[in-house]
């Protein structure tokens, strides 16, 4: 039940995080993107099979962008029935929507512009109380429940704009929160919060690159006072798609 303030009553937390997550593997980045759109492509036709639509958050940052060029490539860009897709995003960078730092200027140059997504399908985070988020069906304590949402990882182990110590990772009942000091540029974004996140029914992890490492185990591990180990849907799927040079070991 949304009360008028577009805030959620109720919060589903997941109870005591999971034990250690074993991440898919992949050799490079090229078979990061290749593995990733396989698994979105799986998800995509599922959901439309079993409800007719497919609600989709997409993730900011540069671990995606492979992803979403390879979606929009064959079989995917003929094989997914996009005009049965919603789009919207798991987090924003409050900049301008044609501005080289928003992930939604991204996900269009990398996915949309090519593959056949109604325009008015398609819901840029622009704003904390965003309209379009009320269209997304509910789980039964009244949160949008995504059918795929995607996620990278930062090397202090945030994900989407939910950044270690900041209160919006506490927030239980606001389905988006401005984060207004966020350690990486730009500072101002918003950020799905994680009761959202963690009522999806499948979430993908995205991570790359040798830097990610660290962070990566902490999450894998489940360390608490990592931001992304906090990702853990209620009645969903997790999955990590990681390559070697995160994965390490
Ligand atoms: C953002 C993201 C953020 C991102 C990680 C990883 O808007 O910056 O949503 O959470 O996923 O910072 O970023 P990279 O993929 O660029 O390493």
Redesign the pocket.
Known sequence: MTSTDGTVDGPRLPGDLETAITPVVVADPTALAEAAARWTAERIGRAIGDRGTCYLAL??????KGCYRRLAQPPYDRAVRWNRLFVYW????RVPLDDPAS?YAMARAALLDHVPVPKDQVFPLTQERLPALDRVPKDPSGLPRFDVIH????EDG????LFPGSDALTERHAVVRAVDDAP?PPPH?LTLTLPVLNAARAILVMA??AS?REALARVLRRDPALPASHVQPVDGELEFIVDQAAFGR
Do not use: F, M, Q, V
């Not at 996620?151 to 930062?154: K, M, Q, V, Y």
């Not at 945030?158 to 704009?161: D, F, G, K």
């Open positions: 993730a900011g940052g540069a671990t995606p798991s987090d924003e960078r992930n996620l990278g990882i930062g945030h994900t989407a704009s990486k974004r790359s690159g990610k």
